[in-house]
């Protein structure tokens, strides 16, 4: 990875035969041999599993806020406020999910369980829909509204979309972390596919969404609800299917126990020796050989200089040396060293995943503000309607060109320039250009929406399209938001992976997912402050129910600024952080992790 250089290379040969050098096993809890396991044979089925089953989910949330609103009449505020719960489970379940990969069933178990659950929650809510809530057939479109139902019925449709939650959600950030584990990162040939591999699974995420967003969007706007889902349902069974075809062919780490007691162990570790005086080098620090270690053969973490209580958990005391003479040890007294990094590593990875919290908060506005933006301007070319929600197809487009363009170009350009490191820009550097891309997508937006006020009708009861400025003026913050997704989403995804434990590389992922989730509680929040600040006095506010009449550019331009103050502490953040350090690994300088 761009934080990890390989300090020595050795082959690891029996029988003739290559085995991995990561430590991953085969499907029977053998050493892995090269070439008849992972590799892009399984990166390939992982991928294309991951497209089949975004399709599926998002066949399902891309208008669920229009069958609540047409199909179980509710208002929007109501129905609004529902989507938000459930999206904000989707993310809460990717901890539980990475939680059981991580402690006890491994990544492989974890993924099917769950796409298991995601396969019987879809066809719950296809049979529901079908049998029970599009009632009378043909209901549900914009003109004409289905009927009233039971409190039976209205149960079922919950159960079945929160069964999709809890299945997409514990399977999305496994089927990411278990695709990374089929490229042996101290090979160097794989290692560079590896760094790929997370390009292409972003890119198959998208193109999974441009399906629903285009083609299932447009059957289900058109009242066909129960084909729609029946489609995600299909897609789902098959992205299953597909998965467990490739059973053979994948590799595996072991889990590593609950994180939670080693995390609690290592702090009442240290409080119990908080006196003690350490080392300077750390001479006197408990270091065990990874063969014998309790986290199931993963690798040694080196020591690192920093929080240095937590070393004293890892102090060998006259005491342990004693328990240790008797053949007994107390893991609440006496730490090893790689189960104190592994503390250090979290904590360390915590200011830099709060900073790509505010990214999250401008990456939610595609689906909400931008929409409302474009449905208040001209939507029509000839006598064809644009959806305004269809505009967000310029955001995958622009992924897609834009993943291609830094694989093809700028990657070989920026390591051409660098020299002393050939993959380019580091993770850390990737997720600043996205920060500084976002900031120029809001003032993009903030610049259309002063042209759209200044050709709109001021007093028009409703303001859809009630200005003369194209929507296609969209099109510069759509591609701008999509170009910072390849460089912030797509190294965040790496920058977790790598520096995430070995036994925690799950808990990683689910940390991107997480990001997003808490992006749009913040971005509700600030607009509910921003609301309430900006109706003093009677005013409409910056974003009233009529855009002509408000002022949504400022609140653009309020994102732009509180994401470059963002910005200016994410770079203090990066150029304070430490690469983790692995045995047969040596971490870049520090000086090297992030340049401007």
């Given amino acids: 990875m761009d934080c990890l250089e390989i300090c020595k290379e050795e082959k690891f040969k029996e029988d003739g035969e290559e085995h991995t050098l990561d430590g991953s096993v085969d499907y029977y809890g053998r050493p892995a041999i090269r070439a008849k396991s992972g590799g892009w044979v399984a990166g390939i089925i992982i991928l294309l599993n991951q497209g089949l089953a975004t399709l599926a989910f998002f066949g399902v949330g891309v208008n669920l806020v229009l069958f609540l609103t047409r199909v179980l009449q509710q208002n929007n505020a109501e129905a609004a406020n529902n989507v938000s719960k459930w999206t904000g489970t989707v993310y809460i379940f990717s901890l539980v999910g990475a939680f059981l990969s991580d402690s006890y069933w491994g990544r492989f178990k974890t993924c099917a369980i769950f796409q298991g659950i995601f396969v019987i929650g879809l066809v719950l809510l296809s049979l ?114 597909l998965f467990l075809a490739g059973t053979t062919r994948y590799r595996h780490f072991k889990p590593s126990g609950n994180p939670l007691a080693r995390f609690c162990q290592v702090i009442v570790a240290a409080t119990k020796k908080w006196r003690v005086h350490l080392s300077a080098e750390g001479e006197d620090l408990y270091v065990i050989d990874a063969n014998d270690s309790s986290t199931n053969g993963n690798r040694n973490m080196l020591h690192t200089h920093g929080f240095k209580f937590l070393d004293r958990a890892a102090y060998i005391s006259s005491r342990d040396l004693d328990e240790q003479k008797q053949g007994c040890s107390n893991p609440w007294r ?49 006598n064809f309607r644009i959806p305004p929600a269809s505009m967000s197809s310029f955001d995958i487009l622009s992924v897609a060109a834009f993943i291609f363009l830094y694989r093809r170009v700028i990657e070989p350009l920026a390591g051409g320039i660098r020299k002393k490191n050939s993959k380019g820009l580091t993770e ?66 790496e920058f977790f992976n790598a520096q995430a434990p070995d036994g925690l590389k799950s808990f990683g992922s689910a940390l991107c997912m997480t990001s997003i989730s808490l992006g749009n509680y913040v971005s509700s929040l600030l607009l509910t402050m921003v609301m309430k600040i900006s109706t003093e006095d009677h005013m409409p506010g910056w974003v009233p129910g009529n855009l002509n009449k408000g002022h949504l550019d400022r609140f653009y331009f309020l994102l732009a600024g509180l994401t470059t103050v963002d910005f200016v502490v994410y770079i203090a953040c990066a150029k304070w952080y430490k690469c983790i350090e692995l045995e047969a690994k040596c971490a870049e300088s520090n000086q090297d992790n992030f340049k401007v």
């Fill in 334 to 382: 006496l730490c090893p060293v790689t189960q104190v990094e592994e503390v250090k590593c979290i904590l360390r990875l915590l200011p830099i995943w709060l900073c790509t919290i505010l990214y999250s908060v401008v990456f939610t506005q595609m689906a909400s503000l931008f929409v409302e933006q474009g449905a208040a301007m001209k939507t029509t070319v000839s």
């Fill in 128 to 241: 529901s829909s079908y049998l029970f809530l599009i009632r009378p057939r043909g209901c549900g479109n914009e003109l004409t509204p289905c009927g009233t139902h039971s409190s039976l019925e209205i149960c079922l449709f919950y159960l079945s979309i929160y069964f999709v939650a809890l299945g997409n959600g514990g399977y999305q950030p496994n089927i990411a972390t278990f695709g990374a584990d089929q490229y042996d990162e101290e090979d160097a040939k794989e290692g560079h596919s590896k760094v790929a591999f997370f390009s292409y699974f972003y890119l198959a995420l998208n193109l999974g969404s441009l399906f629903s967003n285009t083609i299932l969007g447009y059957f289900e706007d058109e009242g066909m609800w129960a084909l729609g889902f029946w489609v995600s349902t299909g897609s789902a069974f098959a992205a299953l299917v």
């Fill in 428 to 493: 850390l550097q990737r997720m600043g250009i996205g920060l500084v891309i976002a900031i120029v997508a809001m003032l993009a937006a903030g610049i259309v929406e002063c042209y759209r006020l200044k050709y709109a009708k001021t007093e028009c009861k409703h303001c859809e399209g009630a200005s003369s400025l194209s929507i296609f003026w969209q099109v510069p913050q759509y591609a701008l938001i999509g170009a910072s997704e390849v460089f912030m989403y797509v190294a965040q995804l």
